[in-house]
């Protein structure tokens, strides 16, 4: 048995099956809640950390009740953003699971310019010299879409740090690339 219980990979498999679970759970009937979209997502750190990093996200997006139409083709919202992140760096690797919000600028309803926060879980918060400090950290993100129905093509950068809340708090940039398909 490891010392550090959340390194047995059968952990993370259920941790990843309950998040399905969860995601899939029945909504309300809300024309202004849909659509849902699902993709992946994979990226590279932006060359400030010590280690070198590669990433993949499963993420999974959904459209909350909050809309304001501010013209006929603009559009602002409000959507939960949920991912599962594989996270590899020269030494070693982990997971990190995020949930939060976004706010969505929507043109045309064929680009968008995204922008959010998400509280993040990172069990393993050392990555050979990199020491992030503590398993709770911080993401903040800022983006851009192109939809072409029903797929999404998206780039994000994306920051997570703790904040300050722990002794240690290098932080951990990042340029994503994804696909997602939306229903």
Same mark, same amino acid.
């Given at each position: 048995?490891?010392?550090?219980?959340? *390194?047995?990979?059968? +952990?993370?498999?259920? +941790?990843?099956?309950?998040? +399905?679970?969860?995601?899939?759970?029945?909504?309300?009937? $809300?024309? &202004?809640?849909?659509?849902?979209?699902?993709? @992946?997502? $994979?990226?590279?750190?932006?060359?400030?950390?010590?280690?070198?990093?590669?990433?993949?996200?499963?993420?999974?997006?959904?459209?909350?009740?909050?809309?304001?139409?501010?013209?006929?083709?603009?559009?602002?919202?409000?959507? %939960?953003?949920?991912?599962?992140?594989?996270?590899?760096?020269?030494?070693?690797?982990? &997971?990190?699971? *995020?949930? #939060?919000?976004?706010?969505?600028?929507?043109?045309?309803?064929?680009?968008?310019?995204?922008?959010?926060?998400?509280?993040?879980?990172?069990?393993?918060?050392? %990555?050979? $010299?990199?020491?992030?400090?503590?398993? @709770?950290?911080?993401?903040?993100?800022? #983006?851009?879409?192109?939809?072409?129905?029903?797929?999404?093509?998206?780039?994000?950068?994306?920051?997570?740090?703790?904040? #300050?809340?722990?002794?240690?708090?290098?932080?951990?940039?990042?340029? @994503?690339?994804?696909?997602?398909?939306?229903?």
């Amino acid at each position: 048995m490891p010392l550090y219980p959340l *390194a047995d990979k059968r +952990l993370w498999l259920q +941790l990843f099956l309950l998040w +399905l679970l969860l995601i899939a759970a029945p909504t309300s009937a $809300v024309e &202004a809640s849909g659509p849902y979209e699902i993709g @992946l997502r $994979v990226g590279v750190d932006s060359g400030r950390a010590i280690e070198n990093y590669a990433s993949g996200e499963v993420y999974f997006l959904k459209n909350l009740p909050w809309t304001s139409r501010l013209t006929d083709n603009l559009a602002l919202k409000c959507r %939960f953003d949920s991912g599962v992140f594989y996270l590899q760096a020269d030494s070693e690797d982990g &997971a990190m699971f *995020a949930a #939060g919000l976004d706010l969505v600028m929507s043109a045309f309803n064929r680009f968008e310019i995204e922008a959010g926060f998400r509280p993040t879980w990172m069990p393993d918060a050392r %990555f050979g $010299v990199d020491d992030f400090g503590g398993e @709770l950290q911080f993401t903040s993100h800022a #983006g851009m879409a192109f939809t072409r129905p029903p797929f999404v093509f998206n780039y994000r950068f994306q920051h997570t740090s703790n904040g #300050g809340i722990y002794d240690r708090n290098p932080g951990l940039n990042l340029h @994503l690339l994804g696909i997602g398909y939306r229903f």
